[in-house]
């Protein structure tokens, strides 16, 4: 037998040789996550319970949902570092407001609560932080 012959692969290195190479860029990421904690921080500040942060089912992701007065609020935050590309608001579109408004119901059933419910859009650019309240 002339040539070569391979040693067997394991399927654990297998799966290694695919895992292995550059980082994905988590930068937009973590941008996320620090702005989430900001606009959770301006909540707290202002009287406000945190109930869940990141909820997720397979529909998708709550930010944040807070209570004040019996008064339950649904918070989508986005971060951006600058307005370059626009108001960070306006990606909350109307496709996204639906999703937001049936991940609160299933929220809603999943946690047994009742009450007044608000939706909430929280942008950071750069540092600052606003809250539109009643957004949609």
């Known amino acids: 037998m002339t040539g070569w012959a391979r040693p067997p692969r394991s399927r654990k290195s297998a799966i290694a040789d695919r895992t292995t190479g550059p980082e994905p860029d988590r930068s937009k990421q973590a941008r996320g996550a620090w702005g989430e904690r900001r606009v959770a921080r301006w909540y707290e500040e202002a ?18 949902v807070l209570c004040r007065d019996g008064e339950i609020v649904f918070c989508e935050v986005k971060t951006r570092r600058s ?34 419910l608000r939706f909430d859009v929280a942008t950071v650019t750069g540092v600052e932080v606003n809250v539109i309240e009643n957004a949609f």
């Open 47 to 64: 009287g406000y319970e945190i109930l869940d942060q990141n909820w997720r089912v397979r529909g998708g992701e709550l930010d944040l």
């Open 83 to 116: 307005e370059r590309y626009g108001a960070a608001a306006e990606a909350v579109d109307r496709r996204k407001q639906l999703r937001i408004r049936s991940l609160a119901v299933q929220w809603l059933k999943a946690n047994n609560h009742r009450g007044q």
